[in-house]
RNA sequence: UCCUCGGUAGCUCAACUGGCAGAGCGACCGGCUGUUAACCGGUUGGUUGUAGGUUCGAGUCCUACCCGAGGAGCCA
């Protein structure tokens, strides 16, 4: 048997004679012509069985070939420019053909479905094109996310995911039974990064995390991946900076490594390609100020009564889809009210209203990205803050020895990796971008 | 938790003010040498989400419940 190659390789093999390991996904009868479409993992090759070419068995088993039945192929690898697949131009005009398993028939046709079906078959759902480029653009995204931190002096470290308390709130936590006592998936690793920068500087850890939110929308999973970076010595400002420059890696690397699967997503990339640093900066203050002013504008009554907010308010998803529409990049926002967000974030100088936070939207309307900001690194009025909030100090006697020895400026931010997947696909839901999403009332297959 | 929309063949959907439950796709059989979700002919296909009610008659109207989708809130 010939050497088995790689479908995104055949471009190399034109002319040679090869083996192709794959499944059959589509097919094209044309008497004694067929056009069979197979997959191997890495690209979709069209495989043509002329019948004065091969044996009446091999014709006629490749007749009787079922969707998805998984095969062996041989034959001459040639270019045609009528060829689809991917990367396409080049087809297997086959000379044998072996199958492992005649497929019964597949409950995924390549047809439109509906969601809840696609869903309660996303382990045979994987399989479409959609979601093979989808799910290798993640990997991609994956891939630059360590790629950029390891080569900017980050180390990754491994925060625990079965945690003791809240971090933020209890009611947004699932809940485990850990030798009798109650401990919860965690949510975030920051408390635990905020330990990890004393000992290496900047640290990154990159794992799932879990919000029992009820959430029901397109921008929600109860079980995302995030990735979150802390950096001692460090304020808002470079903060800010270390965001533009990471996320403009994460596009630009897709860009490049994955044309093919961005064009199979009918991807518009323009926008795309314009996402370099810097990114435009406003201040909540100003954004209020936008939002207020789009709110005049539109002729819309339900936009207008679900832009209405009051300074102090955080955004909800509408003022940040309208907010991004303005702008063609990602858009920094800064210096949010104190008491929108977390309690261990810094306040602004001379502001204490305000905190030295920042959000990344991404544009198009895809908003929140990033949730990152200066913490607090004093003693004193973290304990305060503590109060304010009616966390119990018990629980962070550990984070608040950070502030007790050798506490300096630092920052750190958080990616959610679904949201930017979502984002660089031009997807309109977030299911579809990790391979079995947990949703609400979601957790089969 | 709240608001809106939906549930009919394996899949995607249609069925007018209540009146014979249909089409396309798939599958199966046959035909075709360049198909791209091919095309042509034939065959196959139903507990209309569940329970109750109104009616001569309910997919259609009423009540309750179940399930799904989109959105709000919350967030990445």
Not at 365 to 371: A, F, L, M, N
Request: hydrophobic content about 35%.
């Amino acid at each position: 048997m010939p050497d088995t190659i790689r479908i995104e390789d055949i471009a190399r093999h034109a002319g040679e004679e090869v083996t192709i390991k794959g499944w059959l996904f589509n097919r094209t009868d044309k008497g004694r012509l067929q056009f069979l479409q197979v997959r191997d993992g890495t690209g979709f090759v069209q495989c043509v069985v002329f019948k004065k070419e091969v044996s009446a068995e091999v014709f006629a088993e490749a007749r009787a070939l079922t969707q998805e039945s998984s095969l062996i192929m041989t034959g001459t690898v040639r270019e045609d420019s009528r060829a689809p697949g991917i990367p396409g131009g080049y087809e297997l005009g086959v000379t044998g053909m072996r199958v492992l398993q005649q497929a019964e028939e597949h409950p995924i046709q390549p047809k439109e479905h509906g969601v809840e079906f696609l869903m309660d078959h996303r382990h045979l759902w994987l399989r479409s094109q959609r979601q093979w480029a989808i799910l290798r653009v993640r990997a991609t995204v994956i891939r630059a996310i360590r790629d950029w931190f390891d080569t900017h002096g980050f180390v990754n470290m491994d925060t625990p995911i079965l945690t003791p308390a809240a971090c933020e709130g209890t009611t947004t936590l699932f809940e485990t039974d850990y030798f009798g006592e109650p401990a919860y998936l965690a949510q975030s690793g920051q408390l635990y990064n905020e330990a990890d920068i004393y000992a290496f500087g900047r640290v990154y850890c990159f794992g799932p995390t879990f919000r029992a939110e009820k959430s029901k929308t397109r921008r929600h999973l109860t079980e995302f991946w995030m990735v979150e970076p802390e950096v001692a010595f460090c304020d808002l400002d470079q903060l800010m900076e270390i965001e533009e420059q990471f996320v403009s890696y994460i596009v630009q690397t897709c860009l490049r490594d994955r044309a093919h699967e961005l064009d199979l997503l009918e991807r518009d990339t323009s926008y795309l390609e314009k996402v370099t640093p810097p990114f435009p900066r406003i201040s909540y203050d100003e954004a209020v100020g936008v939002v207020a002013e789009i709110r005049e504008q539109t002729e819309d009554e339900d936009l207008r009564q679900l832009l209405a907010m009051e300074w102090g308010d955080d955004f909800g998803s509408p003022h940040e889809t309208e907010l991004t529409k303005r702008f063609e990049k990602p858009v920094l926002v800064y210096g949010y009210p104190t008491r929108a967000k977390a309690f261990y974030m810094e306040p602004w100088p001379d502001r204490p209203e305000v905190s030295k936070s920042v959000d990344l939207l991404a544009p198009e309307g895809y908003g929140e990205i990033i949730g990152g900001s200066e913490r607090i690194s004093d003693y004193d009025l973290l304990i305060q803050r503590l109060r304010e909030w009616g966390l119990p100090r018990e629980a962070f006697e550990w984070y608040l020895d950070l502030r007790r020895y050798g506490s300096v400026p630092h920052s750190g931010f958080g990616l959610g990796v679904e949201r930017t997947v979502s984002w660089i696909c031009g997807l309109d839901h977030l299911r579809e971008t990790i391979p079995f999403p947990r949703m609400l009332k979601r957790v089969y297959p």
